[in-house]
């Protein structure tokens, strides 16, 4: 979970939601939500009308843009796209899909904050009194590709091919009193490779495992009177295309304190092989890559704010993954900027990493 997402989720406003919702034909309403609703999901800014298409159709359905970014009414997932919804009033929370890409928005103090497999991806809107995802969230996770042009007034929605691999949901539980674990981790089927089918779920599954027995050691070692205990765990897949599949695992901890801790691991494989893959395989046609990638980070790290100081270039070519066309590479919380700034990250498109226009995956084939 992302180390922010605690606060998006955590108490519940007094009278957020009226009893029931009611599902219009283009947009959820809230009944109630107008007067209880926090300030963060009351968003009031100049919008303009989006046609939504689905394979090059229009539908029924209509977005909105707003300072640049598409937002799609969670409504037009069901509709449009098929996706199951479903509410449940205790939680305060609208499931959408299923599998890996079931997604959570639940409404609480702060706004409305966005899950995917437990693992926060960022926040949804109120817009007129609907609910609104960004159109993003369909792209980045949900394994849609989005285009078309949001100043012309219109988008397209259409399925990505994807590798034939099943990707089902794994979890460790552990109900230690006043100290919870539950960890969600993936594991794939389906591979004509055995081994790599066992490389990787081995390597996901281990490195899940090893957080879970420090989070058992420190349970040892809490006492009685300590806060309780949190370990939580999710994982979201960005890239399952071209024979590889690219993933980030989140596991936050909360031992006492002012705030918990999160740590993120991002897995790059093989799926002929079950290789885990660095940098250096996707981009080593380029012989000036790390070269490259040092000077870019060292500007921009600096210049987003929070810089603690100690960046020489990176150490690891593990803390990685693959969005549509580029790489995106980030540090932990406190690596080398301050707490506040969560996981600093930094895009790289694969044209600006292999300027011949060579495929990054051409040494997998």
């Known amino acids: 979970m992302n180390s922010n997402s605690k606060k998006y989720i955590s108490k519940w406003g007094a009278g957020m939601l009226a009893a029931g919702i009611l599902l219009g034909g283009t947009g959820i309403i809230h009944a109630g939500i107008t007067e209880a609703a926090p300030a963060a999901a009351q968003v009031k800014a100049k919008s303009s009308s989006i046609v939504l298409k689905v394979n090059g159709k229009s539908t029924a359905q209509t977005g909105l843009l707003q300072e640049g ?141 090893n957080y879970a027995k420090d989070a058992e050691d420190q349970i040892s070692k809490r006492s009685e009177d300590d806060r309780p205990y949190e370990f939580e765990g999710g994982y979201v897949v960005t890239y399952n295309q071209d024979g590889v599949l690219s993933l980030i695992t989140n596991q936050y901890g909360y031992t006492g304190g002012a705030h918990g801790m999160t740590y993120r691991n991002a897995f790059t494989f093989s799926l002929k092989d079950g290789k885990r893959l660095l940098l250096g395989d996707l981009f080593g046609a380029n012989p000036n890559y790390k070269k490259q990638l040092n000077a870019k980070l060292a500007t921009e790290i600096k210049a987003n704010g929070g810089y603690l100081g100690g960046f020489n270039g990176l150490n690891t070519e593990k803390y990685f993954y693959l969005k549509d066309g580029k790489a995106v590479l980030f540090f932990q919380l406190y690596e080398y900027t301050a707490y506040a700034e969560g996981f600093p990250e930094f895009n790289f498109s694969f044209k600006e990493l292999l300027p011949d226009g060579s495929s990054p995956f051409a040494a997998l084939k």
């Open 69 to 209: 970014k598409v937002w799609v009414p969670v409504t037009f997932l069901r509709d449009a796209l098929g996706m199951p919804l479903s509410y449940d009033k205790a939680g305060k929370t609208y499931t959408i899909g299923t599998g890996t890409a079931q997604t959570r928005l639940t409404i609480n103090d702060y706004g409305i904050s966005v899950m995917v497999n437990n693992y926060y991806v960022g926040e949804g809107k109120q817009l007129n009194n609907r609910l609104y995802v960004s159109s993003e969230l369909l792209s980045d996770y949900l394994g849609y590709k989005v285009d078309g042009s949001a100043a012309a007034g219109r988008l397209n929605v259409m399925k990505k091919v994807q590798n034939a691999v099943t990707i089902k949901t794994v979890s460790y539980v552990k109900d230690h009193k006043d100290a919870p674990i539950r960890l969600d981790y993936p594991q794939v089927s389906g591979l004509a490779s055995a081994e790599a089918e066992k490389a990787i779920n081995d390597t996901i599954k281990q490195t899940v495992l």
